[in-house]
Every structure is written in C-alpha cells, then in structure tokens.
C-alpha cells in the first residue's frame, strides 16, 4: 500500500489502534483521529517507534463534530499522495456496561450521544471524505451482529449500530465509491469490558478488504470474520 493514504477514526484504542497498526505495516501513509490529543500522542510516538513501513500521524478529532471531520479528511488527503484511498470509521462510543443498558431504562442523553458518535458520526466521516476521495478508495465501518440481532440489555447502542449500517447502505447505493462494513466479531476492548478475541488477530480483515476483497462482496454489504478467512486461506 506504498503511497496509499489511509484515514482511521477512533484510531488510538481497541480495533482502531490494531487497524493503525496493520495498515503502516502494509506501507501505507495513516491518518488517525480522535478525541484526546494526548492518546493521539502517545499512539503516533509508539507506532512510530515500532518502525512499521508507513508513517503515521494525528489530528484531534471528535466525529459528532461535522468541522472536525472536514478538517480531518482535507487534511489527511494532502499528507500523502494526494487524496485518500481509505477510510476506516472506527470512531465509537457504549455508555453503560456492556449488556446492561436495556432500552426502556435508556436515558435520552445516553440514546442521543449514541446516536451522534456511532452513527451520525459515520455519516459525517463518510460526508466529508467524499470530496476527497480517489478512484478506486474505499470506506470501511466496523459493525455487530448486535445491528441486526436483538439481544436484550444494549438499548441505543444497538440502535446506533444499526443506524450506521444503513448509513454505509445509503452511501453505497448512491456514491461511485465501495462502502462497506465488516463484523469481525466480539473483540476485546473497552466497548465489551474487554470480553472477545484481540483487535490485532483481526486488523489484517481490513488491509484485505481496502485491496482484495471483491467489490459486489463489499458495497453496501457485511461482511463476516468467516469470508474473510475463507478468502485468505
């Protein structure tokens, strides 16, 4: 991915930082943002000390901010080559404790900021990258079974999962551009109080997805940890 300029929301923890991670291993020119510029530090000092094949840098991002998405994408598109060739929307939010935020005990202030971070927060990721945009890139969002299964105690975060996939579904059918989403499963991060598999056994899911996965697989669809790794095998 030499000379691929990548863009990464939520790009200082969890399966964001892993994706990071993967993609500079790929060569690529990475872009990460999020809310707290001392976690954009330390995660740009520490990728750079691991001496990966890209280069890497920050800028303070919170997605609910439609003027910090713009300023995000124009400036990741003039860091590298010119424009982006991938976006990963990782940039999320769970209030509560995992499973245990029913949705009749929701809180509007909990189901509104829900909502702006996980999903309005995708549309405005998407929105203000498409300007930027080169032939062939792509937009990645990372998903749940949660978005379409009903499971008891995940209230608005489910809702908001939700919204996002049909927020990629919308960018799909509209834009020239391959947007998709992947499930990669339940992951060990904050969001899940830590229960699941490591991000980094699935960051390479997305390098994959950004350059060998099949358009009519990915557009406007979800794919699963087992495509993946049947494809790759």
Known sequence: MDESTVVITGGTGGIGRAVAEAFLEAGATVVIGARDQS???ETVSAL??????GTITGI???????????RLLETASKTGAAGIDVVVAC???Y???SGSTPTDDESYSRFDDHWRTNARGVFATISEALP???????????TGRIAREA??????????????????RGFAADTE???GCLEPGQLATPLTNGQGRDPAGVAAMFVWAATECERETLDGKVVGLRTWKQETR
């Open 39 to 41: 976690r954009i530090d």
């Open 48 to 53: 750079e000390e691991a001496e990966k094949r």
């Open 60 to 70: 303070r991002t919170d997605v609910r901010d439609e003027f910090d998405c713009e």
């Open 91 to 93: 940039a999320g939010i």
């Open 95 to 97: 209030h509560g404790e």
């Open 132 to 142: 930027h945009l080169n032939d062939g890139a792509r937009v990645l969002v990372p």
């Open 151 to 168: 499971q008891s105690g995940y209230g608005s975060y489910a809702i908001s999962k939700a919204s996002a996939e049909a927020v990629v």
């Open 177 to 179: 551009y391959v947007v």
